[in-house]
């Protein structure tokens, strides 16, 4: 089995994190049921994000690197968003989550 390396989101990706889970969970107006949704849907995509981040977690190299960003860059795409993350001993440290730009629902790695 893999060894499972520590996850630590800097201040930056976890400003990026709550900006995305509050536009998800924004209030859907006078339905009471569209913010009870929007919530829920918001919490789905929270739980998704620690799965793929436990993923990076026991296995950092899957990302893909991009150096030509910053040396030791790797990212991973989950639904719309890229998480950028580096290694450091053994330590994943996700740097940013970001919007992919045009959106690749469903794209991997």
Sequence with gaps: MAEMHEVQFTFQACED????????????????????????????????????????????????ERNDLLHGLRSSTMDRYSLYYRTRANRVEVLRLLVVPGGTEGAAG
């Design 17 to 64: 994190l709550a900006s995305i889970w509050d536009s998800m969970a924004a209030d859907g107006g006078a339905w009471h049921s569209a913010i009870a949704a929007n919530r829920a849907a918001a919490d789905t995509f929270a739980a998704r994000l620690r799965h793929h981040v436990e993923l990076l977690a026991t296995n950092p190299e899957i990302g893909l």
